[in-house]
């Protein structure tokens, strides 16, 4: 049972699909799970979709609610890796609560720590293919050639309405604000580690694993 905490950007995403591949955990996107309550027009999609566009963070009982309905429904998963959840000490007891409920606890909290002007540049930057959803970034990997999809050649992109600069450096003050100081929340806890969220995806891929070896033997 994993938490992975961090600014949006951070990484936690790739990392946690990572995860899942390599110890077959399920994964839990608030990101995603709100993503897609906006996108099926529930009555939490429309409330939820103007908070988010504002670049602020959703209240805490529409998330909590949509982790405990996912917890139970994939109750026979082996494990579950949190991503951007919890997000304030609120959501912390709360999550605390509904795992003591199942029989379930917490083993780690891992922090992706950034650069917060590169992190504005690489979020801002960012856009996809609207066919196949390949990633691209205006700086870091362009399409080889220019304005065609290097996957499937379609020639039409998208950007998330929440991907540009000024949303993003409200994004990152709120997590500063209401995020970040959960942390002593989990290290009172014994349970926080630190892998640095700018370094290149396989070498963050790499430090993550050995503090799960390390938290392994140690247990």
Same mark, same amino acid.
């Given at each position: 049972?994993?938490?992975?905490?961090? @600014? @949006?950007?951070?990484?936690?995403? =790739?990392?946690?699909? *990572?995860?899942?591949?390599?110890?077959?955990?399920?994964?839990?996107? =608030?990101?995603?799970?709100?993503?897609?309550?906006?996108?099926?027009?529930?009555?939490?999609?429309?409330?939820?979709? $103007?908070?988010?566009?504002?670049?602020?963070?959703?209240?805490?009982?529409?998330? &909590?609610?949509?982790?405990?309905?996912?917890?139970?429904?994939?109750?026979?998963?082996?494990? #579950?890796? #949190? %991503?951007?959840?919890? +997000? =304030?000490?609120?959501?912390? /007891?709360?999550? %605390?609560?509904?795992?003591?409920?199942?029989?379930?606890?917490?083993?780690?909290?891992?922090?992706?720590?950034?650069?917060?002007?590169?992190?504005?540049? *690489?979020?801002?930057?960012? #856009? &996809?293919?609207?066919? !196949?959803?390949?990633?691209?970034?205006? *700086?870091?990997?362009?399409?080889?050639?220019?304005?065609? !999809? %290097?996957?499937?050649?379609?020639?039409? #992109?998208? +950007? +998330?309405? %929440?991907?540009?600069?000024? =949303?993003?450096? $409200?994004?990152?003050? /709120?997590?500063?604000?209401?995020?970040? @100081?959960?942390?002593?929340?989990? /290290?009172?806890?014994?349970?926080?580690?630190?892998?640095?969220?700018?370094?290149?995806?396989? $070498?963050?891929?790499?430090?993550?694993?050995?503090?799960?070896? +390390?938290?392994?033997?140690?247990?």
């Amino acid at each position: 049972m994993l938490i992975l905490l961090g @600014p @949006p950007g951070a990484g936690k995403g =790739t990392q946690a699909q *990572r995860l899942m591949a390599q110890h077959g955990l399920i994964q839990l996107s =608030t990101g995603d799970m709100l993503r897609a309550a906006v996108k099926d027009g529930s009555d939490v999609g429309r409330r939820a979709k $103007a908070i988010m566009e504002a670049g602020q963070l959703v209240p805490d009982e529409i998330v &909590t609610s949509l982790i405990a309905d996912r917890l139970d429904k994939e109750a026979h998963a082996p494990g #579950f890796i #949190f %991503d951007g959840y919890p +997000r =304030t000490q609120a959501q912390a /007891e709360s999550l %605390d609560e509904l795992l003591a409920e199942r029989g379930l606890a917490l083993d780690q909290v891992i922090e992706l720590t950034v650069d917060e002007q590169a992190l504005v540049e *690489r979020i801002s930057g960012r #856009f &996809t293919c609207a066919r !196949c959803n390949e990633g691209y970034h205006d *700086r870091f990997k362009l399409p080889k050639a220019a304005g065609v !999809c %290097d996957i499937c050649g379609s020639t039409e #992109f998208k +950007r +998330r309405p %929440d991907d540009n600069a000024e =949303t993003v450096r $409200a994004r990152l003050a /709120e997590y500063r604000a209401k995020t970040a @100081p959960i942390l002593p929340y989990y /290290e009172a806890k014994g349970l926080v580690a630190r892998v640095d969220g700018m370094a290149e995806i396989a $070498a963050v891929s790499q430090a993550i694993e050995a503090i799960l070896a +390390r938290d392994a033997v140690a247990g």
